[in-house]
């Protein structure tokens, strides 16, 4: 099907930048909505960025104007720029992808997640 793979997390301090990246590999037909989410120790997983194939995102609050999504359609990649980063960013980071896979008679939808990513932010 279809496979997301991150990359970027680690140790950064308060007020630095960091990148994370998921790209996306498989017998991809095309991605709608790609995106990323977060769960903190004791939290329940939530909606960090969303970016549609056409461009237009949407941001969890508590990031506005310090985080920003991106995608790179041609290598089926999704980018979270961290600038600026809380203490309180400090989680397991996810991407998501959906859209559809296959040809022809054999195309389905699918829903992906990527494998985790810490990143702690050092106060």
């Known amino acids: 099907q279809v496979q997301l793979v991150v990359s970027g997390g680690g140790l950064v301090q308060a007020g630095g930048s960091l990148r994370l990246s998921c790209a996306a590999s498989?017998?991809?037909?095309?991605?709608?909505?790609m995106g990323w989410y977060r769960q903190a120790p004791g939290k329940q997983r939530e909606l960090v960025a969303h970016?549609?194939?056409?461009?237009?995102?949407k941001y969890a609050d508590s990031v506005k104007g310090r985080f920003t999504v991106s995608r790179d359609n041609a290598k089926n990649t999704v980018y979270l720029e961290m600038n600026s980063p809380k203490h309180e960013d400090t989680a397991v980071y996810y991407c998501k992808a959906e859209g559809d896979y296959g040809t022809g008679l054999q195309r389905r939808n699918f829903v992906s997640w990527g494998q985790g990513t810490q990143v702690t932010v050092s106060s």
């Open positions: 498989g017998s991809i037909f095309s991605i709608n909505a």
């Open positions: 970016i549609s194939s056409g461009g237009s995102t």
